[in-house]
């Protein structure tokens, strides 16, 4: 299978632990998205590189997380001492970009988290 | 405040029927726009996109309306089939679809045989 994949599938950890998510994109595509998905939302942005560097993180993403992309393949997110707010899906998407134009994402199945 | 909206949370069809999903946006800057279709316990999965230098895009079963002036867009399912039962959602670039995504809330249809 040549999609996304994420690990793990689900996550459950108490309040105050840290967690790491991985993704592995699709093997050719040089752009990686992090978003995250409550229920009854759309997916949200949190972060996305090109090739491994960070291009742009949203707002809304406190200093507990960090993401990393350290040879332009896979990606981790990181959240420390997380809080009951951060039970989400967390959703990784990548796409081919090219100068010029651009490709849809393609998102992998989603990591959820649960924060007791 | 929300610059993508779907404003009907659900929608059920009769099979064989058109399906209409409509969304609209607020952002002027938004110049892509994509449906993306989620099944339970699996990722969004690319449906049709439409670039703002259009107004209309087809893809099978699928087509896409853009009304620029009007800032709304409509995804078009003909005919309808059960196993297109799914939550839908709508998003805008700004940049193209290798930009981050604005996603609405979803709505979810159901088609019943």
């Known amino acids: 299978d040549t999609g996304v994949s994420q690990n793990p599938r689900h996550k459950i950890t108490k309040r105050g632990q840290n967690v790491t998510f991985r993704c592995d994109p699709i093997?050719?595509?040089?752009?990686l998205y992090w978003y995250r998905q409550t229920l009854g939302q759309g997916p949200e942005f949190l972060t996305y590189f090109q090739n491994e560097a960070q291009l742009e993180k949203s707002r809304l993403l406190s200093d507990r997380f960090s993401a990393e992309r350290p040879k332009g393949s896979f990606s981790t997110l990181e959240i420390q001492r997380t809080e009951q707010g951060d039970s989400a899906m967390y959703l990784c998407?990548?796409?081919?970009?090219?100068?010029?134009?651009?490709?849809?994402?393609?998102f992998g199945p989603g990591t959820r988290l649960t924060v007791l | 405040d929300q610059q993508v909206k779907q404003n009907s949370p659900s929608l059920s069809v009769q099979e064989g029927r058109i399906s209409i999903l409509n969304c609209d946006y607020t952002n002027s800057m938004f110049d892509y726009f994509l449906w993306y279709k989620k099944y339970p316990a699996e990722g969004p999965t690319f449906l049709i996109s439409?670039?703002?230098?259009?107004d209309k895009n087809e893809d099978g079963r699928f087509t896409v309306f853009l009304n620029k002036s009007a800032k709304h867009l409509s995804l078009h399912i003909v005919p309808s089939q059960p196993g297109d039962s799914a939550v839908y959602f709508c998003a805008a670039s700004a940049k193209g679809g290798s930009e981050k995504l604005v996603f609405g809330k979803g709505m979810k249809l159901t088609v019943n045989p």
């Open positions: 439409i670039s703002s230098i259009k």
């Open positions: 093997s050719e595509h040089n752009r």
């Open positions: 998407a990548s796409s081919l970009w090219i100068s010029g134009s651009g490709d849809e994402q393609f």
